[in-house]
């Protein structure tokens, strides 16, 4: 069988396919419409993020078998479609999920403890000790939406922590040592801290907005390391204004769909954002939560164990 590798990815992945029997080619450089031309030959293909994988690209793939994803969300491929043509897909949250977990945590912690701010005061010469005065995750009641792999390995993490950990999923019965099931009602009748888990659908598009953000009891903190596009930004800041929402720690942002330079580049940054840059209870990075040294050799091995248990004669 042969495979067209459309992004480099860890040596490990080439490595292990090419000794479980396959054919390895690699184009990371060519255009779609160049790609679409030749995606006949091959009976499988490996992308990370290059372009999205619609219908008309599927349509020519007409000896593709499976496509392998080395990441965990699926968004840029038309799944409907590849489905309904008998072609596996093929993902690897199993990979990330650990680092994912670790991140969450960390940009909780550091969020709670005012870490960046206290780091880029005292590096001036300012020793502020009661403006850096921190606040402790024990006896919190921490949220999850979206219980896969990322909201399970977060509440792995938590355990170490004497707090309540409840989560909110479309998938029945999921409840486990680590967490407990509830509905949405119900975190937002308790929680002090939602963090979200969940995939890039049209449900979760611009979930987080205003109305359900209203819909909290309790001044609570935000943390997204899932996808920009579950958070509506402009009604982030609003609540953040107000104090509805005490700080937020975003690895995503919805303004990934563009250039992320652009917006600098062509000193283009939109309003909501320039806020977030500028307050203090607000920690950010580049979707990085999942992009740990570690995890880069789990998802290779990941996608290749699972093309080799399926494909592999």
């Known amino acids: 069988m042969k495979i067209l590798h459309l992004d480099s990815n860890h040596p490990l992945l080439i490595e292990a396919l090419t000794a479980a029997g396959f054919t390895n080619d690699e184009d990371y450089t060519s255009s779609k419409a160049a790609i679409e031309a030749k995606i006949h030959e091959y009976d499988g293909f490996i992308i990370r993020s290059r372009f999205s994988i619609d219908e008309n690209f599927l349509s020519k793939a007409t000896s593709l078998k499976f496509i392998g994803r080395v990441g965990a969300g699926l968004e840029n491929i038309d799944c409907e479609y590849a489905k309904r043509q008998g072609i596996t897909l093929i993902a690897a949250p199993e990979g990330n999920r650990n680092a994912v977990g670790e991140h969450t945590l960390g940009m909780l912690l550091s969020l709670f403890n005012k870490l960046t701010k206290a780091n880029q005061e005292v590096k001036q010469g300012k020793w502020l000790r009661e403006e850096n005065r921190g606040i402790e995750l024990d006896g919190k009641t921490v949220a999850l939406i979206g219980y896969g792999n990322m909201g399970k390995s977060f509440a792995k993490k938590l355990k170490g922590f004497d707090v309540k950990v409840l989560c909110y999923d479309l998938k029945p019965e999921v409840s486990d ?20 888990h969940t995939p890039q659908t049209k449900a979760t598009s611009q979930f987080i907005n205003t109305a359900f953000i209203n819909g909290f009891k309790k001044n609570f903190w ?73 995890s880069h050799i789990k998802l290779a091995k990941t996608v290749a164990d699972k093309i080799t248990a399926l494909f592999s004669k």
């Open 222 to 294: 935000l943390i997204n390391t899932a996808r920009g596009s579950a958070v509506l930004t402009t009604d982030l800041v609003a609540a953040l204004k107000s104090g509805k929402i005490l700080g937020a720690a975003l690895d995503v942002l919805e303004y990934e769909k563009a250039s992320f330079e652009h917006l600098f580049s062509k000193n283009n940054v939109p309003e909501a954002f320039e806020y977030l840059i500028n307050a203090n209870n607000v920690l950010l990075s580049p979707h990085v939560a999942g992009w740990t040294t570690e």
């Open 177 to 196: 040592a680590n967490c407990s099931q509830t509905t949405l009602k119900d975190i937002q009748e308790k929680a002090d801290v939602l963090s979200i």
